[in-house]
């Protein structure tokens, strides 16, 4: 019986926790503007949506391969709204790839820069699995 209350009182604590915060992980890895505006828009509306709801929701946008351009100041065409994004939502952040910058600065032949709001990850693909078994909600706009 002791072991069927501590088992349940465990059950109930991950359920309770789980709808604590909404936590959500956006994939980007295409350097079309239309698809990365689409990866922002989806951001904006899920943040809206729970904040109508008085929920909390964390966000995280992870680039990897092309769609690292989004994060790199000069070739971003959406650089301007990843700005205000980060200005007006404390809980949606953008994660770079570090194979790709790696690649990319490699082929350039000097480091990258990426826009201020870019944190490192050691692999995007890793991380989105990694988020996933840490129970986000993993979306492919």
Known sequence: MRLLIITLAL????????????RIVLHLDEADPARQNLVLNNASNINKHYQDKGEEVE??????????????????????????????????????????H????????????????????????????ERQEQGWSYIRP
């Open 11 to 22: 059950l109930f604590s991950v359920a309770a926790n789980a709808v604590d915060v909404h």
């Open 59 to 100: 966000i995280e946008i992870v680039t990897y391969g092309p769609g690292l351009t989004m994060l790199i100041p000069g070739k971003s065409k959406v650089a301007d709204r990843v700005t205000s994004i980060s200005q007006n939502f404390d809980n949606v952040s953008f994660r770079a790839c570090a194979n790709t």
């Open 102 to 129: 790696r690649k990319m600065s490699k082929k350039a032949g000097k480091e990258i820069a990426l826009m201020p709001q870019a944190e490192m990850v050691p692999s995007g693909v890793v991380h989105l699995v």
